[in-house]
């Protein structure tokens, strides 16, 4: 069954720690992104991708950078972790043509202490 | 600015009850508006998706309607379940980049008391 997947689910690291976020999709879709949402917030795009070896900045700043080596893979990974990065990190894809929908990952929530 | 504003914040209702949410949005140009349920901790899941033209789609007990003149559109909910307790978000595409750009609401969060 065509989907996305993140992993972890739930992470908590301590400061200064390197972390990776992993998401996968098994849909084909060339755009993935990456998003940022505290509680009762709205999702911010701190990452895109449109294609192998493509990614650019989202609207929101982040210390994070991302990779995107094969289609289906978008990996998010951040150097040196602060308690200034706990939030829900969400992943989607979306196909170019079509209904422009997005399909979002379960999400990870990290807490760094 | 191009926001994105939902209404109200938090909604109580009692299971078997309709409610209406609410979402008006200031993006242009317009391509597309989409309505999301997000259960605590997981993912948006997509509920329905509205382009310009259209001004109504369903989707089970959901219907979105959309009403490009006034920028506004709502979301309805009849005979709420339990399950139904999530926040919906209600998210508007811009067709101002080949991005196509999303501009995200805060959301409603919806209670159903049994």
Known sequence: EADIYQTPRYLVIGTGKKITLECSQTMGHDKMYW????????????HY??????????????????SRIRTEHFPLTLESARPSHTSQYLCASSASRGDYGYTFGSGTRLTVV | KNQVEQSPQSLIILEGKNCTLQCN???????????????????????????????????????????????????????????????????????????????????TQLTVWP
């Open chain 1, 35 to 46: 998003y940022q949402q505290d509680p009762g917030m709205e999702l911010h795009l701190i």
């Open chain 2, 25 to 107: 949005y200031t993006v242009s140009p317009f391509s597309n508006l989409r309505w999301y349920k997000q259960d605590t901790g997981r993912g948006p899941v997509s509920l329905t998706i509205m382009t310009f033209s259209e001004n109504t789609k369903s989707n089970g007990r959901y219907t979105a309607t959309l009403d490009a003149d006034t920028k506004q559109s709502s979301l309805h909910i009849t005979a709420s379940q339990l399950s139904d307790s999530a926040s919906y978000i209600c998210v508007v595409s811009d067709r101002g980049s080949t991005l196509g750009r999303l501009y995200f609401g805060r959301g």
């Open chain 1, 49 to 66: 991708s449109y294609g192998v070896n493509s990614t650019e900045k989202g609207d929101l700043s982040s210390e994070s950078t991302v």
